[in-house]
């Protein structure tokens, strides 16, 4: 038995919900369909498939090795597409998993720029601060910033965050303006905190070779880039906050940049995969998007 092949009719029963579609689209007897799929079941010694005579189910069995089976299948055609000089257009399911405000304020605006570019993708994408587990829940890559811990993911810089502090006028209508960093300990502030330790993340300032590294107290700490600039705007405390959110809200008056003579540093970007995802095209051509996207940024 051709596995390969079997697993490519396993995974057609299911996406088109029976065999007789399944051979449709395969251009093969139903017959042969069915006989593939029994012999996949005979060879696991599982059952995959709930057959009845007007629907196709998939068991719990069958639905893990599903999940296997698209990985497989992706990584023979990404392995396939890589060595051909003819591809030109990387094509299929592409799942990545970005930081929910980069994906919502940055990454899903520019988009319709990477369709255009690429329309045979489908990208699935995840968005969240959540350090997701690549290898485990089948991600092909992820965006990620700050220092990346040892592992045996694949990782490639592809640009970095630059922070400015800023509060809304009511805060600062209430409190008034911080002129130096030390000032803050004086002020409600609100931190951002790791979802994976719970630490709370220190601020840092630097001014003509001085820096100040401080653990500033406050209100409220969340652990979700969304809910922090929303705490910002609502006058709750003083943010320290990515630039790009940050040019449009002033720009609208709902944040105000303050101590502006003291930068913050930047923090890296990258992207990471598994060691087996470096040869897909999907993954090259997304990450030489990203990596384009964030040049673009920069030189604002």
Same mark, same amino acid.
Not at 69 to 84: M, P, Q
Not at 122 to 142: K, N, P, T, Y
């Given at each position: 038995?051709d596995?390969?092949?079997?697993?490519?009719?396993?995974?057609?029963?299911?996406d *088109?919900?029976?065999?007789?579609?399944?051979?449709?689209?395969?251009?093969?007897?139903?017959?042969?369909?069915?006989?593939?799929?029994?012999?996949?079941e005979?060879?696991?010694?599982?059952?995959?498939?709930?057959?009845?005579?007007?629907?196709?189910?998939?068991?719990?069995?069958?639905?893990?090795?599903y999940?296997?089976?698209?990985?497989? !299948?992706?990584?023979?055609?990404?392995?396939?597409?890589?060595?051909?000089?003819?591809?030109?257009?990387?094509?299929?399911?592409?799942?990545?998993?970005?930081?929910?405000?980069?994906?919502?304020?940055?990454?899903?605006?520019?988009?319709?720029?990477?369709?255009?570019?690429?329309?045979?993708?489908?990208l699935?994408?995840?968005?969240?601060?959540?350090?997701v587990? !690549?290898?485990?829940?089948?991600?092909?890559?992820? !965006?990620?910033?700050?220092?990346?811990?040892?592992?045996?993911?694949?990782?490639?810089?592809?640009?970095?965050?630059?922070?400015?502090?800023?509060?809304?006028?009511?805060?600062?209508?209430?409190?008034?303006?911080? !002129?130096?960093?030390?000032?803050?300990l004086?002020?409600?502030?609100?931190?951002y905190? *790791?979802?994976?330790?719970?630490?709370?993340?220190?601020?840092?300032?630097?001014?003509?070779?001085?820096?100040?590294?401080?653990?500033?107290?406050?209100?409220?700490?969340?652990?979700? *880039?969304?809910?922090?600039?929303a705490?910002?705007?609502?006058?709750?405390?003083i943010?320290?906050?990515?630039?790009?959110?940050?040019?449009?809200?002033?720009?609208?008056?709902?944040?105000e940049?303050?101590?502006?003579?003291?930068?913050?540093?930047?923090?890296?970007?990258?992207?990471?995969?598994?060691?087996?995802?470096?040869?897909?095209?999907?993954?090259?051509?997304?990450?030489?998007?990203?990596?384009?996207?964030?040049?673009?940024?920069?030189s604002?």
């Amino acid at each position: 038995m051709d596995k390969l092949q079997a697993m490519k009719v396993f995974v057609q029963v299911v996406d *088109s919900g029976g065999f007789s579609r399944a051979a449709d689209s395969l251009n093969m007897p139903k017959a042969t369909v069915s006989t593939l799929v029994q012999n996949l079941e005979r060879l696991l010694k599982v059952k995959l498939l709930h057959r009845t005579t007007r629907k196709v189910n998939v068991t719990a069995d069958g639905a893990g090795y599903y999940e296997r089976c698209l990985r497989i !299948l992706a990584d023979v055609k990404d392995t396939e597409e890589s060595v051909s000089r003819t591809q030109s257009s990387p094509s299929g399911r592409l799942r990545v998993d970005v930081p929910s405000g980069l994906g919502r304020q940055l990454i899903i605006p520019a988009l319709p720029d990477f369709f255009s570019r690429y329309p045979d993708i489908r990208l699935e994408m995840g968005s969240g601060d959540r350090q997701v587990d !690549l290898v485990e829940e089948g991600i092909d890559c992820a !965006l990620r910033g700050g220092v990346l811990p040892d592992s045996t993911l694949i990782a490639r810089r592809v640009g970095a965050l630059y922070f400015a502090t800023c509060a809304a006028p009511s805060y600062l209508a209430r409190f008034g303006r911080p !002129l130096h960093p030390r000032d803050l300990l004086d002020h409600h502030c609100v931190n951002y905190f *790791s979802s994976k330790t719970g630490k709370i993340f220190e601020w840092d300032f630097a001014k003509d070779g001085e820096r100040i590294q401080l653990a500033l107290d406050g209100p409220l700490a969340v652990n979700d *880039s969304e809910a922090y600039l929303a705490a910002g705007l609502a006058g709750i405390g003083i943010l320290q906050t990515p630039q790009f959110p940050l040019q449009r809200h002033v720009a609208l008056g709902s944040l105000e940049p303050v101590l502006m003579e003291w930068v913050s540093d930047p923090l890296p970007l990258h992207v990471i995969y598994p060691q087996n995802r470096h040869l897909s095209a999907k993954v090259r051509v997304f990450v030489e998007w990203i990596s384009e996207l964030f040049a673009a940024v920069d030189s604002r």
